[in-house]
């Protein structure tokens, strides 16, 4: 189909069309995703091909679009929704987590909610405010969401096609840094929605991370290689569930995790990851789990973003950390 | 006319706030109305209704049977079998006009006090109290019965709703769905942004607002400056407002507005003007915000009273008619207090069922060591 080198964008955009090929309930919705494709061009032609009323151009209205999405999943359609950008999902933040979230269970299994909620998250691309949010701790720590970030553009198409299949609401995280970067997309899906991956295999010490912190996680192994340290690098693709079976047998092997996120690490998903780590590998541990991220502040102004996303640096300075104990 | 005694007259014709603005609960509004408070019949050339005396009887049954239900349901809370229950009393006529008036393929979507509707699309009356007694969240399949569950973040529904009617269009069938929410929720951006959508796509969809006047404690003046059913003009659809304690005006202006729904003229807004006699819910004190005379002076205009002075007035029930609607009544009764005791809670491992549709590694983990947790107990007995 579409092998060869696609990029994030691209891989998405073909993980779309195949959807609303193989399934007429399919739907996409949201703000300037028809004609103009969305303002990433992850939609782009989809209205073309498939007709406005499959690709729907919605009011600007982000708790209105969710709302919406719930009450034609619960009509048998199967809604992928697009968030603008991420600081624009707080205005859906109750339709998201106290309707979409509950309604499978308030009706004991009767209703399924098959909506998947694309949002372009985190920084890195020099945005004004509001365009550069993770908020991924927000969704994972609700009950009833499923929330995956890809990595690359292989497990960008395949994970998307899963997550629109999924029975369940899925929260879909794309790092929206990354929509430009090119990888080979494979003619099926490796791995189930929600099994993590190694990255890059090592024995030193492990990196957790996922969506647009997994490549800064390989620089760092690569970099890390130089100096003597054999780094393992653990892309969990899901956040919700998490596949802690893949990360326990990696720190039980390694010995040392440093977990990697832009989200700010006070209640981030480090915190999660560190605390089941901890009781999970205790006596394997050579040094607590340490945690790389954001910092407990407003996501700053682009001039200064650099000082507060992780880069290769920060980790290995972390890794640095941990061969210290 | 000259261009200054117009200039003049749009000065005079532009207030800051509209000239029929209500003042206060007590207003008079512009109302649909068919049966006056002393049970006199009237007509309104928009909204022409026949029926036959069996209807009639029919539509006062379910007003009676609904208000016992309801006064069960509050019963039950006092004597501790229900953690809570918010009361429809008052708003009767509202729900059975306007749950009669929908087609078995309409749908509904409530807040958490349409028990009246429930009872028109023939949901079992003990399936509304386990989420008042606590043993679920709703529980019933809203597809069973095209009622949807009750929603309590007030306003949400509208858009479920408006979404569901999206569906209908898509799938060209001549269904429509009814949202029902209060005066309050009409300040929710939910309501706003369903009214947009349903407008912007011509969804199948009555807004049905019960205009009980009271937010918990506070005035529907709190919540709008312009009569609530003017609303809809501003979204491009048409609203309208009912006399909410007449049933039969709500019978027929609901089923008009559904009919203009479903027909393709997209939604509409009806505003059924009502009056909550109880307390929002049972752990409300209404004494401390509203004046005994106006609660009072609603009553004069009870939905089930009007009615039957309407059937006396027309000879159109006899004595063992009410005979029977009182033992039917009697019977309902004693079905729901034995139905909510013999209630059982549920198994603590519900608290794992239906988190998700598909298997959840950590929801699948934390049932297992509670599982096995409740089992260390001896015999087991807490599951």
Known sequence: MMAGQLSIAKALNEALRKSLENDPKTLLMGEDIGKLGGVFRITDGLQKDFGESRVIDTPLAESGIVGTAIGLALRGYRPVVEIQFDGFVYPAFDQIVSQLAKMHARALGHVKLPVTVRIPYAGGIGAVEHHSESHEAYFAHTAGLRVVSPSNAHDAHWMLRQAIASDDPVIFLEPKRRYWDKGEVGDAADLPLHDARIARGGTDATLIAYGPMVKVCLDAAAAAEEDGRSLEVVDLRSLSPVDFAALEASVKRTGRAIVVHEAPVFLGMGAELAARLTERCFYHLEAPVLRVGGFHAPYPPSRVEEAFLPDLDRVLDAVDRSFAY | MTVKSTARARKKAAPAVPDNLPAGSGAQPELIQLLTPEGERVEHPDYPLTTTPEELRDLYRDLVLVRRFDAEATSLQRQGELGLWASLLGQEAAQVGSGRAMRPGDYAFPTYREHGVAWCRDVDPLNLLGMFRGVNHGGWDPNEKNFHLYTIVIGAQALHATGYAMGITKDGTDDAVIAYFGDGASSQGDVSEAFT??????????????????????????????????????????????????????????????????????????????????????????TRYRLAEETEAWRAKDPISRLKAHLDREGLADEAFFASVEAKSEELGLRVREGVRSMPDPDPTLIFDHVYAEPHTLVDEERAEYTAYAASFEGGENL
């Open chain 2, 197 to 286: 959508f349903a407008s912007v796509y011509n969804a199948p969809v009555v807004f049905f607002c019960q205009n009980n006047q009271w937010a918990i404690s506070e005035p529907t003046t709190n919540q709008t400056k312009i009569p609530l059913y003017r609303r809809a003009s501003g979204f491009g659809f048409p609203g309208v407002r009912v006399d909410g304690n007449d049933v039969l005006a709500c019978l027929a202006v609901t089923r008009w507005a559904l009919d203009h729904a479903r027909s393709g003229n997209g939604p509409v807004l009806v505003e059924a003007f009502t009056y909550r006699m109880g307390a929002h819910t049972t752990s409300d004190d209404p």
